[in-house]
């Protein structure tokens, strides 16, 4: 079973950058799309941002201008760079790719942003 393994998550202060990235163990093929979704504590999971095969990107508002999503083609790979970070960044974040017959998510990152 292919996973996924997120890396890069930790403590930062308000108006820094940290860098996301997620690959997967095993080769995955015919990927759709990949994306990061995020939960912070009491909320539910919502969408980040997404990448498509042929590279279209997705923002959520509260993060555009901010964070870049983007992908290599080894390992299945995807990056997220989040820059100018707010306290309201603060959650566990989340890589997913999605194939036509399956869906794949990482075991999460611990984002948090304060002083």
């Known amino acids: 079973q292919v996973q996924l393994v997120e890396s890069g998550g930790g403590l930062v202060q308000p108006g820094g950058s940290l860098r996301l990235s997620c690959a997967a163990s095993?080769?995955?093929?015919?990927?759709?799309?990949m994306g990061w979704y995020r939960q912070a504590p009491g909320k539910q999971r919502e969408l980040v941002a997404t990448i498509s095969s042929g590279e279209n990107t997705n923002y959520a508002e509260s993060v555009k201008g901010r964070f870049t999503i983007s992908r290599g083609s080894a390992r299945n790979t995807v990056w997220l760079q989040m820059n100018s970070l707010k306290p309201e960044d603060t959650a566990v974040y989340y890589c997913r790719q999605t194939t036509t017959y399956t869906d794949y998510w990482g075991q999460g990152t611990q984002v948090t942003v304060s002083s």
């Open positions: 095993g080769i995955i093929f015919s990927i759709n799309q």
